[in-house]
């Protein structure tokens, strides 16, 4: 079993920056992609940010340029999120792709992050 935490979440004004970090722990023999997703009230859930074992990243197009994701280490994952915006609100899920008894998708709890104006 795989297990997903996530912290960092809060409020935050407009322009402000905030650092999501996910940890997964379990017994865990690799992990070959690690990502964050969001969903919004009302949305579905969609991609934030991904990054393979390899280090090949991919951003959906609203976050370019703002929001950076990196592997700490092979069983963590950040989000460091600048210039954030008030539709940026949403729950951030942290996700991976992992090889404990077979391969397997695992999501976090979610952790909420809010942008006033």
């Known amino acids: 079993q795989v297990q997903l935490v996530e912290s960092g979440g809060g409020l935050v004004q407009a322009g402000g920056s905030l650092r999501l970090s996910c940890a997964a722990s379990?017994?865990?023999?690799?992990?070959?992609?690690m990502g964050w997703y969001r969903q919004a009230p009302g949305k579905q859930r969609e991609l934030v940010a991904a990054i393979t074992s390899g280090g090949n990243t991919n951003y959906a197009d609203s976050v370019k340029g703002r929001f950076t994701i990196s592997r700490d280490a092979m069983n963590t994952v950040s989000l460091q999120m600048n210039s954030l915006k008030p539709e940026d609100t949403a729950v951030y899920y942290c996700?991976?792709?992992?090889?404990?008894?077979?391969?397997?998708?695992?999501w976090g709890q979610g952790t909420q992050v809010t942008v006033s104006s």
């Open positions: 379990g017994t865990i023999l690799s992990i070959n992609l």
């Open positions: 996700n991976c792709n992992a090889l404990a008894a077979g391969w397997r998708t695992y």
